[in-house]
């Protein structure tokens, strides 16, 4: 098992040519916000946003239009019951779902909608409900995508592994990646107070970093977002995920210095400085 180290920031992150537009650092899709949770995907888009996509949407339902524009009016806004939400979706570089999603039955439909319209050219995140949802119906999981990146925390990923919390083991989690996605090209981001990425070439990477004040309702749901603007702009790579984890904790980190918590939205706003210090 390798540490994630601030090297992957150096890595990652690269100065933008002067002769670049928005269409060049990609175009991110998050789906999630239900009537009661519309804050998990105002957050996962603001870290979108902050975190350099060049393009992004949100498909929501309607009653969290208001308040997406009125925090981000750079992100884009289509109501989740829009018939051209499919067409939208097959113009993605990547797709966020899940943040504040619910698990009714229309969350179930367009669980299903994503899963048979997205393609071999696309990244798929999925983060929270969306996992519940693949959690239940295996059928939910696409064959044909580019690349499928799981954000579960412990209980999220009991539900969708079957393995208790206690028994999260190295070797188990990487036999159930295997299980889960038998031909996607995936990766596991298994949160906690010390987040494991897997892959399914048996690496394993543990973040050293992060703290407890940034046990905060919402900390997941901007992860999502930042791994949605890193994969978006900098390719669909391993190493975009372990630097989208290793900033969020270490833009947590900072902010923890002199403040007992850690807002979610703090982070996000804290990255586009983060990400010029290294840029190169
Ligand atoms: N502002 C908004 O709109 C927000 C909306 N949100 C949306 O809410 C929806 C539900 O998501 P969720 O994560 O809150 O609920 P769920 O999946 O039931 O997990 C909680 C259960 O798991 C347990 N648990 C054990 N280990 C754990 C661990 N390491 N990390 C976390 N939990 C752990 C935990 O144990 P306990 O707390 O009881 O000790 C509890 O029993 C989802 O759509 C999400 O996007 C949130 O993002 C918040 C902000
Ligand atoms: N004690 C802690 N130390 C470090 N990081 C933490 C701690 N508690 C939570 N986090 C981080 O906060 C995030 C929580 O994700 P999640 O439970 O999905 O939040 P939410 O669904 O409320 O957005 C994860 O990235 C996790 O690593
Ligand atoms: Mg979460």
Redesign the pocket.
Known sequence: MAEITEDILTKVIKKRPSNSHKGNYGRVLLI?GSE?????II?AAEAALNSGAGLISVATHAVNLDALHARNPEVMFIDWRDRNLVNLMKKMDVIVC?????SGTFALQLMSTICQNISQNQILIL???AL?MISQDAKLIPTQVGLVVITP????WQRLSQIR?SYQTDSANLDALKKIFPTQNAILVL??NHTHVYTKSNQIFVNPIGNPGMAT??M??TLAGIIGGFTAQFGDSLDSVLAAVFIHSLAGDKIAENNYVVRPTEISAMLPQLMSQYAN
């Open positions: 999630g009661n949770y519309g804050g998990a957050m899940g943040p504040g999603l619910g983060d929270a409900s519940d925390h412990q209980m999220e919390i949160k906690s309702g919402g997941g749901d």
